[in-house]
């Protein structure tokens, strides 16, 4: 049971670059998260997925975009990144928002 | 706006003393909260989660309480460890059809 697993870890960027950020789980969980954790600022989130076929936005969608593969996977898509979009993202997931898990993080650096 | 506020924002005790970290949320009617636990560098990890009807949890050293009356939450650590020294995060979701809302943290240093 690995929980929520990240690819990548680490990944630099140049600025117009773009990339996806892969998120998985394995306990049959409905809903699944990213977040954005910059100083200062705390977590904010970025979109979600309530259940399988859905998404809508957080606080902070602009920029980004997503897919929810299937139950288990979660993608987000970064079409054209900016300098403002280097952050740690995190991908968590819960059953009807019950506790939520965290995967480990991706750390990002667009120059 | 709902929102979720821990002050201190950072907070240095000695070793052994037991410590208090508060959250405080602008709106009464939650459906649960959640209390984290980040080392630096790493993801969240989950400590404890409140139910609405609940009145407190408790895991280990760590009992977290919940007065939905007055808008808090506390998250007591007994006989602190160097090893407790972490970012602590509260999380709520507020009832309706939201996500969840997460407070700053509080940084906390056990110094031995």
């Known amino acids: 049971n690995a929980g929520v697993t990240q690819t990548p870890k680490f990944q630099v960027l140049k600025t117009g670059q773009s990339m996806t950020l892969q998120c998985a789980q394995d306990?049959?969980?409905?809903?699944m998260y990213w977040y954005r954790q910059d100083p200062g600022m705390g977590l904010r989130l970025i979109y979600y997925s309530a259940s399988e076929g859905t998404t809508d936005k957080g606080e902070v969608p602009n920029g980004y975009n997503v897919s929810r593969l299937n139950k288990r996977e979660f993608s987000l898509r970064l079409e054209s990144a900016a300098p403002s979009q280097t952050s740690v993202y995190f991908c968590?997931?819960?059953?009807?928002?019950?506790?939520?898990?965290f995967g480990p993080g991706t750390r990002l650096t667009v120059t | 706006k709902q929102e979720v506020t821990q002050i201190p924002a950072a907070l240095s005790v000695p070793e052994g003393e037991n410590l208090v970290l508060n959250c405080s949320f602008t709106?009464?009617?939650?459906?649960?909260l959640q209390w984290f636990r980040q080392d630096p560098g790493k993801g969240l990890t989950s400590l404890l989660l409140i139910q609405s009807s609940q009145r407190e949890q408790t895991s280990g050293r760590l009992n977290a309480s919940l007065d939905k009356s007055s808008g808090r939450s506390t998250l007591y650590i007994a006989a602190s460890q160097p090893g407790d020294s972490a970012t602590y995060l509260c999380?709520?979701?507020?009832?309706?059809?939201?996500?969840?809302?997460f407070g700053k943290g509080t940084r906390l240093s056990v110094i031995a």
């Open positions: 999380a709520v979701i507020y009832s309706g059809n939201t996500p969840l809302v």
């Open positions: 306990m049959n969980h409905n809903s």
């Open positions: 968590a997931s819960d059953q009807l928002r019950y506790e939520q898990y």
């Open positions: 709106d009464s009617a939650i459906y649960n």
